[in-house]
């Protein structure tokens, strides 16, 4: 069919009170995108001319998050009348008024509906010629669905609520997944004769269903295969088990590209990361926003990285990660904390207890130990001595040091920035830097150290320490 006769609407108008949240549902977070970016996303990928979101609870939270990363989509708002009737009722008024052809309705709750099963739900409409065409799925706990109800024949009569349904309707197995395709001529005829006498005092969409049959439509039911595709979130108990579905799936999907995963059930990795061939993820890691990995590189155990990037051949383990930038075989962790602006250069090394801000470190630099670098740009080859701190701030401003290439700095230095120590320098250990260091220089400002002869003998006679000094005197 042409997209000129293809339109979704994607419902997302409702609170989702059972989420228990001030966050609206389709607005929680699975792998990296809200629950709504997932429907979005496949919507926006079954060729209709018109994506149509129904908004209403915290709408403006939902049309920005829409207008930012679907911008062809058109969201349009539900009025105050409650139910999934109502809002594709609403959805409508964001088709042209002469649209005529099939109508995709998708819930903005149910995120792991795959393109491939809308269009082959699609095809089963089409060319079976069925006013309505819904999506099922047989299940193991019905729990909350709307049940399909079939006559002793087994012909589709119609869709009941969990909240409405008899004891006999509640022990059917096979449930309304809440996705369909609908003509539009019929669905704009049934839903203006929807009533709101139910359980809920809403208009539901599911009764649409009876409606074209009374009216002598035809009505069919695809079932799906995988439970998964079609289960819907109401609650975050929900959201858990599905969202461990997803990963499983993005997991296996790595694999099979040429990751190796220890432990996928303790690997987490949003849909946006981007894994380079043998790549290594141990336990406990999770990788998030657009975080990429390059080839060959090992990462965890764990390591939570966000929205960063990490070259070829190197390795992160037990460390924090954010907005950085890891080059080719370079080494971080354990106990690492990059945070935003973090550049290290190939071969580099970030140690343990160490933590760097805006920091660009050059290839083959080392900070090995227990170091706080903000602010700093340090040059090649150098090596940052244990217990250095990079005094950035001095209570109103930040200010920027900078270290050359193969400067060696002793240890438990303080860099009070702003100060640039040149090439090839040395600082002493435990050296408070407040003056530039010139090139091939010794920075040092330490007091020269004085030994009081014998003060432990005079002030702690008898002691432990005293008794100690005077055997080794005697020696
Ligand atoms: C709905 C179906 C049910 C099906 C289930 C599948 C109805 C009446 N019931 O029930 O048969 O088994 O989905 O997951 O349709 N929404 C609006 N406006 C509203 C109410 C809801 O846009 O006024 C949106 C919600 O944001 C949500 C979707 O519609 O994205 C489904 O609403 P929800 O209240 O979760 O319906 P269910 O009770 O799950
Ligand atoms: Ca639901």
Request: glycine fraction near 16%; charged fraction near 20%.
């Given at each position: 069919m042409s997209e000129k006769h293809l339109a979704v609407i994607v419902l997302?108008?409702?609170?989702?009170?059972?989420?228990?949240?001030?966050?609206?549902?389709?607005?929680?977070?699975?792998?990296?995108?809200?629950?709504?970016g997932h429907v979005l996303a496949t919507a926006s990928a079954i060729g209709a001319s018109h994506v149509i979101p129904v908004i209403r609870h915290q709408r403006d939270h939902i049309e920005e998050y829409i207008r930012a990363f679907f911008p062809t989509a058109k969201p349009v708002d539900q009025?105050?009348?409650?139910?999934?009737?109502?809002?594709?009722?609403?959805?409508?008024?964001?088709?042209?008024a002469d649209f005529n052809g099939a109508v995709v309705v998708t819930s903005g709750d149910v995120p792991?509906?795959?393109?491939?099963?809308?269009?082959?739900?699609?095809?089963?409409?089409?060319?079976?010629?069925?006013?309505?065409?819904?999506?099922?799925?047989?299940?193991?706990?019905?729990?909350?669905?709307?049940?399909?109800?079939?006559?002793?024949?087994?012909?589709?009569?119609?869709?009941?609520?969990?909240?409405?349904?008899?004891?006999?309707?509640?022990?059917?197995?096979e449930i309304n997944a809440g996705i369909y395709v609908f003509d539009s001529a019929l669905l704009r005829s049934a839903l203006g004769q929807l009533g709101q006498h139910n359980a809920q005092g809403e208009k539901y969409l599911t009764d649409v269903v009876s409606i074209a049959l009374n009216e002598g439509s035809t009505v069919q039911a695809l079932a799906v295969e995988d439970p998964w595709q079609v289960a819907g979130i109401n609650d975050r108990v929900q959201l858990a088990v599905l969202s461990a579905e997803l990963n499983a799936r993005i997991c296996e999907a790595w694999m099979k590209a040429g990751v190796t995963i220890q432990d996928p059930a303790s690997t987490w990795i949003d849909v946006t990361v981007e894994l380079g061939r043998?790549?290594?993820?141990?336990?406990?890691?999770?990788?998030?926003?657009?975080?990429?990995i390059g080839e060959g590189s090992t990462i965890g155990p764990e390591v939570l990285m966000t929205d960063s990037i990490v070259g070829a051949g190197a390795s992160v383990v037990k460390s924090h990660v954010t907005g950085s930038y890891i080059g080719n075989e370079a080494t971080v962790g354990p106990y690492?904390?990059?945070?935003?602006?973090?550049?290290?250069?190939?071969?580099?090394?970030?140690?343990?207890?160490?933590?760097?801000?805006?920091?660009?470190?050059?290839?083959?630099?080392?900070?090995?130990?227990?170091?706080?670098?903000?602010?700093?740009?340090?040059?090649?080859?150098?090596?940052?001595?244990?217990?250095?701190?990079?005094?950035?701030?001095?209570?109103?401003?930040?200010?920027?040091?900078?270290?050359?290439s193969h400067v060696r700095t002793g240890a438990h230095n303080v860099f009070v920035a702003p100060i640039t120590i040149g090439d090839g320098a040395y600082t002493a250990?435990?050296?408070?830097?407040?003056?530039?260091?010139?090139?091939?220089?010794l920075g040092m400002n330490v007091t020269p150290q004085r030994n009081i002869a014998d003060w432990v003998l005079d002030k702690r006679p008898g002691s432990a320490a005293a008794l100690a000094a005077e055997e080794a005197q005697q020696n």
């Open positions: 997302a108008a409702g609170e989702g009170t059972r989420m228990n949240s001030s966050t609206p549902k389709v607005m929680h977070e699975m792998a990296g995108l809200p629950l709504l009025d105050e009348v409650p139910g999934t009737g109502r809002a594709v009722e609403c959805g409508l008024e964001g088709l042209p792991l509906l795959e393109v491939s099963t809308i269009d082959a739900l699609l095809e089963t409409h089409l060319e079976g010629g069925f006013g309505v065409t819904v999506l099922s799925s047989i299940t193991e706990d019905p729990t909350g669905y709307g049940r399909i109800v079939r006559d002793t024949a087994g012909a589709f009569t119609g869709i009941v609520e969990h909240r409405d349904a008899s004891e006999e309707q509640l022990a059917i197995a043998d790549v290594t993820l141990l336990p406990g890691t999770i990788l998030k926003g657009t975080t990429s690492s904390f990059l945070r935003p602006g973090t550049d290290l250069g190939a071969d580099g090394k970030i140690g343990t207890f160490v933590e760097t801000k805006n920091a660009k470190i050059g290839v083959g630099t080392k900070i090995p130990h227990l170091t706080y670098v903000g602010d700093a740009e340090i040059g090649a080859g150098s090596n940052i001595g244990a217990g250095t701190i990079f005094a950035n701030y001095d209570g109103v401003n930040k200010h920027r040091s900078t270290i050359g250990a435990g050296t408070v830097v407040r003056k530039d260091v010139e090139a091939g220089s």
